[in-house]
């Protein structure tokens, strides 16, 4: 079994995961300031439905997919590669708004669940349904994104979930480290080093996205004579042409093929191709650019308002 499927998914989950261990060790830590630890059932309930829902999401869409191929066998060609398209554009969406958002809202993300501790607790009787809601939502949300991006890769089987499980067991971990044993960890510098690493995965699916478009379109043309035209580039446009993605740039097929090691890990990792297209070759550069500028920004600006006016959290 080829386990390079596995990486990708493991570091969306373990940073994902990281991301949900900080606001149940935040609010756990709270709960304890507050004299409040019967509500810690709360939590860890929270924690439990929040991977169990994100869990039936994937069965739920994995399940959708398999009976629309089973409908339509004939298409099946098409749906494939269009489905797992669709998906990856949900994916690399979904991975960079929260990459960002994360990254601007880090130094005020404490603050803002004890506010939302506090006001739950002033609730009295529900409480306990403040807390498990704050949480499964915090988990629900990490869980979707990865559940998106396993569904985006679902060709490949079982492996991505390996990855997911091993990234949520080390997370899990790392939050025990953090809040259990009081192990210190230069948590900034990991979202850094992880928010590196999650942009060079979401520039990769972007060439896998626009591979697995030109796949359903080729296949759509091959079918239906109508729609050949769909395919516009041809031999007398350009030398080994794809179907929409216009010629040939880059062909390290015979040094590195993606469907050996280590090509293959790089493909898995960071959508690494051996063979790619003039489209596919500016839609990552612009996408890489674009998303490295707006991430590099958002980890320089709040440090400038902070220092001058929250010094306390900067300290922390």
Same mark, same amino acid.
């Given at each position: ?12 989950? !373990? ?14 830590? +709270? !709960? ?27 069965? %739920? ?20 590669? !269009?489905? =797992?398209?669709? @998906? ?25 669940? =004890? ?42 089987? %079982? ?17 025990? %480290? ?27 699916? /972007? ?20 729609? =050949?035209?769909? +395919? ?10 794809? +179907?929409?993605?216009?010629?040939? /740039? ?8 993606? =469907?050996? @090691? ?14 790619? $297209? ?5 839609? $990552? ?13 958002? !980890? ?17």
């Amino acid at each position: 079994m080829d386990f390079s499927a596995a990486l990708p998914t493991f570091v969306i989950t !373990l940073r994902e995961g990281v991301e949900a261990a900080l606001v149940v060790g935040i609010v756990l830590a +709270c !709960l304890k300031k507050a004299k409040a630890e019967q509500l810690n059932s709360s939590v860890y309930a929270g924690v439990i439905a929040g991977i169990v829902a994100s869990a039936l999401v994937g069965v %739920l869409f994995s399940w959708g997919i398999q009976a629309l191929s089973t409908t339509y066998p004939e298409y099946s060609p098409i749906i494939e590669p !269009l489905i =797992e398209a669709v @998906f990856g554009i949900v994916a690399i969406a979904l991975l960079s708004w929260m990459l960002i958002w994360m990254t601007q809202q880090a130094r005020s993300l404490k603050a803002e669940i =004890e506010g939302s501790i506090t006001s739950a607790i002033q609730q009295g009787t529900g409480a306990g349904w403040g807390i498990f809601s704050l949480i499964f939502f915090a988990v629900l949300r990490e869980g979707f994104e990865t559940v998106v991006f396993i569904i985006a890769k679902f060709q490949q089987g %079982l492996v991505p979930a390996i990855g997911a499980i091993s990234g949520i067991a080390v997370a899990a971990g790392i939050g025990v %480290l953090l809040f259990k044993w009081g192990v210190k960890i230069n948590i900034r510098r990991f979202f850094q080093v992880m928010g590196v690493f999650l942009i060079l995965i979401v520039a990769g699916l /972007v060439i896998g996205v626009l591979a697995h478009f030109d796949q359903a379109i080729a296949s759509l043309a091959q079918m239906n004579r109508q729609s =050949e035209s769909l +395919c516009f580039y041809y031999e007398h446009f350009a030398k080994n042409p794809s +179907c929409v993605l216009g010629p040939m /740039v880059w062909n390290t097929s015979s040094v590195l093929p993606d =469907e050996k @090691f280590p090509g293959l890990a790089l493909k898995a990792l960071f959508g690494y191709r051996d063979q790619i $297209y003039i489209v596919q070759a500016v839609a $990552y550069l612009l996408f890489l650019f674009t998303i490295s500028i707006v991430y590099f920004n958002s !980890l320089t600006v709040p440090k400038v308002v902070s220092a001058k006016s929250q010094p306390s959290m900067d300290k922390k």
